[in-house]
């Protein structure tokens, strides 16, 4: 396009430009601006975005990748010792992390898990011919858009030991009172719950995205071949949403390895400890810990790479997982 | 004609992208500096040029509820006072050194607490103001161990003290009778007296008495928060080494601690934590360590059907528990009228009235001979002579060693140590393992 004008102006000699101001002059400038204006104008509406990656995304991370191979403390920042890898390799014989990294992932399992399984099953439900369906839908992502602090905060009481509504319950049909923050297996539950409240919801409407572009045709076929309702969610809905399936359990993986706000809220007055045995300190508040309570920057800069490598390697088998189902699909 | 057209439209695109960026940018790097100057900018429709002064605080300070910024103001028409308030030091304290670090960010005054100046005051000193020579600042008005605390080796104050944290024994006179005990404040004060271990042997006949129901104490943490509260070598010795393991005090201290929680004289709670308050709400335990800051807390936690109930009798031992500072950060904008409100905050005069309305003890000694504080009188805690009572712990309280990481080995001690004692069950050894290793962890550079 900006080629066939140009050829169309009969383009001057380079000694007539300033002696000669014809119309062909004016016109050749506006087509050298317009062209200018398609290559460049692009870039620099696309630019903010990547100024703002670099300076808050891409140097902070570097940043924190430089911090995390010295000593360096939070009450000096400017003063660092080179220490190598040393921050790395005693990850490695570091109780606290391997701890945090266990509890990451149980409480990830736990979490996810019932998460996804339930999200689907709502999307389903939903999906139905519903009197007031908007309604519905606004509700299951009320908790999403409630503070992870405000829910927290709520939970901790229902979680009470003494006077709480959930230990009163159990009361209520015969069960004695158990003590959710203190037991490993119950405080990890109870933290989970959270999780499964605040997001469930929200991977339901990407789920119920996902269920309205299913073409009608399979299910009318498919009825008419005398599918029940489940086979036609086994047969027809699951295979079409799995590439949806696997995008929302990498998110909700990646959220659950960096789970944070929760477990620590959970035991609001103590800390990042996560319960007085460590009990569901996750990477996340282990590595508030090292830095923002012990204010060790390079310890925690060594975490949050940890961190970092540990969500490329899930990336990988997810990619691996997808390759052999998007095979399995085409077969 | 058409070629401008569009050559403006186009720039203007370009310029609004552009402000939105740099709005935005200056945005997030100006946060601090907006929070200071904003309102003087922002003019509020053809006021005076007033000074905006900015003091950073955490948890329920008291200065601001105390109305001493509203008299400051009205002594000072032409300084304006915003206070900004982070609810726990944990998160306060962090964010404080990351400012400090940036320069950026900072109120014009920063409140500090007493765990956190020894390392303030080793660590940041070329970052505030020295405010002994500020003026309406007497050296001779302040405890002399206060003063010290925030004072550099080459002779610079960063820090006024505000209050201290002189402890005593809070109890309930109702459980007190019901177990047969004593329920006059001075007859409970000498069933203890001196030793930490007769308070213990209270615990034991109050669970004797009373098998089942309320337990004697809030939780062990607080009974060892206050025992080693009282002594003067407590985590660090006099040249600054980490000594907890192997002093006898603390050795002491964990056991006469985890004694009330084998003997389950302890209600088993976190302090600060929801189940706690909805301790003092139901009087599911009858006595708690309190420094003198924590009586409206227990006001507020326990209400009115607590009032009258609540007593409040000496501890064991003098011990001090909490305490804070003010600092004036060297990159604030009005350095001078910062250190001016600082000293005036900290001048006895004010020390008593922050007293008398928050309850919060006054590090000025000076203070101690105001009516404000040598009258004092609870109300809620049965007209206990507080000022009296927490007076004679402040004085007698031993001049503390302090060291940075104070408050990073106490909170392990009581949040994982004595927690896997009182909560889990573990032997006294187990958890003092435990909180041991945390320790090493956390100190582990």
Redesign the interface.
């Known amino acids: 396009m900006a080629s066939d004008t140009t050829a169309a102006v009969p383009s001057p000699t380079p000694g007539q430009e300033s002696t000669a101001p014809g119309r062909a002059d004016?016109d050749e400038r506006?087509s050298r601006?317009y062209r200018r204006?398609t290559r460049w104008?692009p870039y620099?509406?696309i630019?903010?975005f990547f100024?703002?990656f670099a300076?808050f995304g891409l140097f902070p991370l570097l940043y924190t990748g430089w911090a995390s191979l010295h000593?360096v403390?939070?009450?000096?920042?400017?003063d660092m010792t080179w220490v190598g890898l040393r921050n790395f390799s005693r990850l490695l014989s570091?109780?606290?992390f391997w701890n945090a990294l266990r509890n990451t992932f149980t409480i990830g399992l736990l979490s996810t898990v019932p998460q996804l399984l339930i999200a689907l099953g709502v999307a389903h439900l939903l999906n139905y011919k519903l009197r007031g369906s908007m309604f519905f839908r606004v509700a299951v992502l009320t908790p999403y858009a409630t503070s992870v602090a405000a829910a927290t905060?709520v939970f901790?009481?229902l979680f009470?030991?003494?006077?709480g509504m959930i230990n009163w319950a159990l009361g209520l049909v015969g069960f004695g009172h158990v003590?959710w923050q203190?037991g490993t297996w119950t405080s990890q539950l109870a933290v989970s719950t959270i999780v499964v409240w605040r997001w469930t919801g929200y991977n339901a409407l990407i789920y119920l995205a996902a269920m309205q572009a299913v073409p009608a045709d399979l299910y009318e076929s498919a009825a008419l071949d005398g599918a029940s309702r489940w086979q036609q969610f086994r047969h027809v809905t699951i295979p079409s949403l799995r590439p949806t399936i696997l995008f929302t359990a990498v998110v909700s993986t990646i959220g659950a390895t960096q789970l944070f706000g929760e477990p620590l809220l959970f035991n609001?007055?103590?800390?990042a400890?996560g319960g007085?045995?460590?009990q569901f300190q996750t990477l996340g508040l282990y590595l508030y810990?090292q830095?923002?309570?012990?204010?060790?920057l390079?310890?925690a800069s060594a975490i949050a790479w940890a961190m970092f490598l540990i969500l490329l390697l899930i990336g990988a088998v997810n990619w691996l997982v997808s390759r052999k189902l998007r095979k399995g699909m085409t077969s | 004609m058409r070629t401008r057209t569009r050559m403006s439209r186009r720039l203007a695109a370009l310029a609004a992208v552009a402000a939105l960026g740099t709005g935005l940018l200056t945005g997030c790097a100006d946060d601090g500096k907006q929070a200071s100057d904003g309102p003087t900018a922002g003019g509020g429709g053809g006021g005076g040029a007033k000074t905006t002064l900015t003091v950073g605080v955490f948890g329920a300070f008291g200065l601001k509820e105390a109305g001493l910024y509203d008299a400051y103001m009205k002594l000072h028409p032409d300084i304006e006072i915003k206070q900004t308030s982070i609810e726990r030091n944990e998160n306060y304290y962090p964010q404080l050194l990351t400012h400090l670090g940036s320069g950026s960010g900072l109120a014009d005054i920063q409140a500090v607490e007493v765990s956190n100046i020894a390392e303030i005051t080793a660590t940041q000193s070329g970052k505030l103001e020295d405010l002994s020579k500020a003026p309406g600042v007497n050296k001779g008005d302040f405890l002399p161990w206060k003063w010290s605390e925030a004072t550099t080796k080459d002779n610079r104050t960063v820090g006024l003290g505000t209050d201290t944290g002189p402890t005593g024994i809070c109890y309930r006179k109702d459980l007190f009778a019901k177990a047969g005990l004593p329920t006059d404040r001075d007859a409970v004060g000498k069933l203890w007296a001196g030793d930490w271990n007769k308070y213990l042997e209270a615990g034991r006949q109050f669970r004797a008495k009373v098998p089942s129901g309320p337990a004697f104490v809030d939780s062990a943490s607080g009974v060892l928060n206050s025992i080693t509260g009282s002594s003067a070598v407590r985590y660090y010795d006099t040249d600054g080494k980490v000594v907890y393991k192997s002093n006898p005090a603390i050795k002491e201290a964990w056991t006469t601690a985890t004694a009330f929680a084998a003997d389950g004289l302890t209600a088993k709670l976190q302090q600060f934590q929801p189940t706690w308050d909805q301790g003092f709400a139901n009087a599911t335990f009858a006595t708690v360590s309190c420094p003198a800051w924590m009586l409206g807390y227990i006001q507020d936690k326990a209400g009115a059907p607590g009032k009258d109930q609540w007593d409040v009798a000496a501890a064991p031992k003098p011990s001090n528990w909490g305490g804070s500072f003010l600092t004036v950060p060297s990159a604030g904008k009005h350095k001078a009228e910062a250190a001016k409100l600082a000293a005036w905050l900290t001048a006895p005069a004010q020390q008593a009235t922050l007293f008398e309305k928050r309850g919060s003890f006054p590090s000025a000694k000076a203070a101690y001979a105001l009516p404000a504080v040598a009258d004092a009188k609870h109300a809620y805690f049965g007209g206990a002579p507080i000022g009296q009572i927490f007076a004679k712990a402040a004085e007698g309280t031993p001049v503390q060693i302090l060291g940075p990481k104070d408050q990073i080995i106490q909170q392990n001690l009581t949040d994982i140590g004595m927690l896997q004692v009182e909560q889990k069950g573990k032997t006294p050894q187990q958890g003092w393992d435990a909180a041991v290793k945390a320790i090493d962890n956390a100190l582990d550079q």
């Not at chain 1, 403390?73 to 400017?78: C, D, G, K, S, V």
């Not at chain 1, 009470?160 to 006077?163: A, I, L, Q």
């Open positions: 004016a506006r601006r204006d104008s620099a509406f630019a903010p100024v703002f300076v000593q403390e939070l009450t000096a920042p400017n570091d109780d606290f905060l901790v009481l009470g030991r003494d006077y003590d203190n609001g007055a103590a800390g400890t007085s045995d460590h810990e830095g923002w309570v012990n204010l060790h390079g310890r």
